[in-house]
């Protein structure tokens, strides 16, 4: 490409190709929101002192744990937790298992003793010795210490007695320790089983108080301090204690109250004195750019629109989000600044979605709706208690996403104003609801205003939208349908070059044109845009008309008089001559792309079988190729099919509908087949589409006429 063919656009031009532009412009969105949106997240620094009284009210702009208070309040808990006792039951068992080994060892001994008096009876085993016995079996026993005067009561006893007294001390033992002994209740106890024994008519005194000495001995204290169960109701009640949260929005001192030592605190911990750093919020705020900037990254990878390969239009997208960003924000800076309630309603929002819908597409605009209202809360939280103003929110959103989905049914300019009025329904209904629902007690002065603000939010939306539309579409080369039809009209100097010098070529770009259009339309593509890329696909014959047939009026053809390779040259030309001419005019880059490859790589076939008629030697098919490219897209492709049908139909004789219609299909066929699809993802279904519809076409085109008689009669003379 020579410099006349460098499109406009230099310094661009050379940047957009590098392969991380794409980056550093989502890098510098991701930045520009961040920075935006910073003093509205920031928690306010406050010139505050001790025992100084509040000028205003002050509330917590985040919500951050009171931890001192949390844990004095845990503290309070684990004081308030008693000591846990167990009634240790297995202790009464033991005990009287004792007690009953006790008499058990008394009463051996005594038949030891009798046993040996049997055999020796003049000299019985004296007293001392059985005290001795006991003592050696009682040594490692609980019941040790018992006194003499009570081991001599029990082996002086008799068997039925003795049996007596183990009964009387077991019982007495039982009904003691079946209830529950600390160590203050012992005493008490002790003195209750005595009162019990001494009420035992049925022994003698001395056993009576030799079995209140076993029972005093044997009664311990059963009911102990349980150290593993007193910790785990401690951990417990402290686990049960909730921290204490300083909530976000919540009024920590109100205006001419004494700032005392615990509100200076808290003040300290949610970060609203000088010599406070809270990091969390700066945290935060990277979060929520990075989870909006990931969904937008996923969606232009995922969609099916120009962002994703055009970077161009990636560049007009970032432009359009970085204005209305910055809309945004001086809205928000204007109500603080004002102190004017709603007046942020005024701010024209929906002028980016209309923007977008038309200059790209609706579902990135809607996306990007979703994306305003989320960075709008933020910018309009300065009256909330909270991070996100849910009112601005939803109002933005609301607003966009109506312009949005009004334009998507039809985008013509003409609906601008008319979706700005819509807009602006909407803005009053939503702002209603919210003023209802919040239950808002406002004069009619103040809820007039912010209906009124709404009203003008969506008429200056529209006018807006109106004003910067011609600067993208130009700018960026958009060919936006205002664009589009402003190059179908005939007036333009390219269409009366072509009228005035290939008139022929004209009458035959219009009739491609019809065709091409409904053939798209059908398969759901840019049916305008094929139009008036048909209108300007033969823009190049116009260099030299009188070599195309169709500009031939005197019946003259000048390729009888050339060889059949310079015809070739001269007809081969015309699609690039055309593109030459398109750039110089600074026509959109998809209309150059239609003049461009509007003939692929297809083969001259009238001329390469008259070269090889004409040359001993056969010629090499590839000369006789148009160079190319094939078609890019599925509107170049239909257009390539309507201008070979177009010219074959033209030349029939008396064409029937049966007729075009094998001859359509025969053109789609040998295309396919010589592969000059192969690069625009045409499918077989939608190949037998465009056919269906360019019968259909040529059939109102090519009508029969009736043939009257006058006509007849001319036609037979």
């Known amino acids: 490409m020579d410099k006349k063919e460098k499109p406009h656009g230099g310094w661009w031009k050379k940047k957009k190709h590098q392969r991380s532009i794409r980056a550093v412009i989502l890098s510098m969105l991701a930045i520009l929101m961040y920075v935006l949106m910073l003093d509205n997240v920031i928690p306010e620094r406050l010139d505050v002192h001790l025992s100084e009284q509040a000028t205003e009210d002050i509330r917590s702009p985040l919500t951050v744990e009171n931890t001192e208070k949390t844990e004095q309040r845990r503290n309070e808990a684990v004081s308030a937790v008693g000591s846990s006792y167990e009634q240790k039951r297995e202790y009464e068992q033991r005990q009287v298992t004792q007690v009953k080994d006790l008499f058990a060892y008394i009463g051996q001994v005594q038949e030891d003793a009798e046993e040996e008096s049997e055999g020796d009876v003049e000299s019985p ?43 009387a001390a077991t019982n007495a033992l039982h009904e003691a320790m079946s209830g529950q002994i600390g160590v203050s209740d012992l005493q008490e106890v002790q003195e209750e089983a005595e009162a019990q024994i001494s009420s035992l008519p049925s022994l003698n005194a001395n056993l009576r108080a030799a079995v209140n000495e076993v029972v005093q001995t044997s009664i311990i204290p059963n009911y102990i301090y349980d150290a593993e169960a007193t910790q785990e109701q401690q951990q417990e009640a402290a686990e049960a204690v909730e921290p204490v949260l300083i909530r976000e929005g919540e009024l920590i001192v109100a205006e001419g109250d004494v700032i005392n030592r615990d509100v200076y605190e808290q003040l300290r911990l949610v970060g609203l004195l000088d010599e406070s750093f809270v990091v969390y919020p700066y945290i935060g705020l990277g979060l929520l750019v990075l989870i909006i900037m990931g969904m937008l990254v996923y969606f232009m990878r995922e969609s099916r629109t120009t962002v994703t390969a055009n970077r161009s239009h990636l560049l007009m997208y ?30 024209p929002v929906a002028a980016g979605a209309m923007l977008l819908t038309l200059l790209i597409h609706t579902r990135l605009a809607i996306l990007t709706s979703v994306i305003f209202a989320i960075v709008g809360s933020v910018f309009y939280n300065h009256d909330s208690a909270s991070t996100f103003a849910f009112t601005y929110g939803l109002y933005i959103l609301a607003s966009s996403l109506t312009a949005t989905f009004f334009l998507n049914t039809s985008n013509k300019p003409t609906r601008i104003l008319t979706a700005g009025l819509l807009v602006a329904g909407t803005n009053v209904l939503t702002v209603l609801c919210l003023l209802f629902v919040k239950s808002t007690q406002g004069g009619w ?7 009124g603000a709404g009203l003008l939010s969506g008429i200056v939306a ?11 579409e130009t ?32 009458h035959h770009s219009v009739v491609v044109g019809n065709l091409a259009e409904a053939a798209c339309e059908k398969l759901g593509e840019n049916g305008l845009l094929a139009r008036v890329g048909a209108y300007y696909h033969d823009l190049g014959k116009t260099r030299r008309p009188h070599f195309f047939i169709e500009n031939q009026f005197k019946g003259e053809n000048p390729h009888d008089k050339i060889s059949p390779q310079l015809s070739k040259t001269i007809i081969i030309s015309h699609p690039y001559d055309g593109a030459r001419l398109l750039r110089e005019h600074k026509m959109p880059q998809e209309i150059v792309d239609i003049a461009e490859q509007h003939h692929g790589t297809s083969l001259l076939k009238f001329f390469y079988h008259k070269a090889n008629q004409d040359s001993e030697q056969p010629q090499p098919e590839s000369q006789f190729r148009y160079p190319g490219p094939k078609p890019q897209t599925k509107v170049t492709s239909v ?38 699809f192969d690069e625009s993802d045409l499918t077989l279904k939608e190949l037998n589409d465009i056919k269906v519809s360019m019968c259909e076409t040529l059939k109102g085109t090519f009508h029969q006429r009736i043939e009257y008689p006058d006509e007849k009669g001319k036609e037979e003379n």
């Open 475 to 506: 700018g960026f080369g958009i060919l936006s349908v205002s664009r589009l039809i402003e190059l179908s009209n005939p007036n333009h100097p390219l269409l009366r070059k072509i009228l005035t010098e290939a008139p022929g070529t004209y």
């Open 318 to 347: 970032a432009i359009v989000f970085s204005l209305m960003l910055l809309i945004l924000k001086l809205f928000s800076f204007m109500e603080t600044m004002f102190g004017v309630t709603g007046l942020g309603f005024v701010v």
């Open 125 to 167: 085993p004296p007293l001392e010795d059985q005290l001795d016995s006991v003592r050696e079996v009682l040594s490692n026993q609980a019941n040790a210490d018992l006194s003499e005067s009570t081991l001599e009561a029990f082996l002086t006893a008799s068997e039925a007695q003795l049996d007596f007294a183990e009964e």
């Open 462 to 472: 529209s006018v807006l939208t109106i004003g910067l539309l011609p600067f993208f």
């Open 445 to 451: 002065v103040e809820v007039g205003m912010q209906l």
């Open 639 to 676: 257009i390539s099919i309507a201008d070979s049908v177009e010219a074959a139909v033209r030349s029939m004789q008396k064409p029937t509908p049966d007729k075009m219609e094998m001859l359509v299909d025969k053109i789609i066929k040998d295309k396919l087949e010589d592969g000059q």
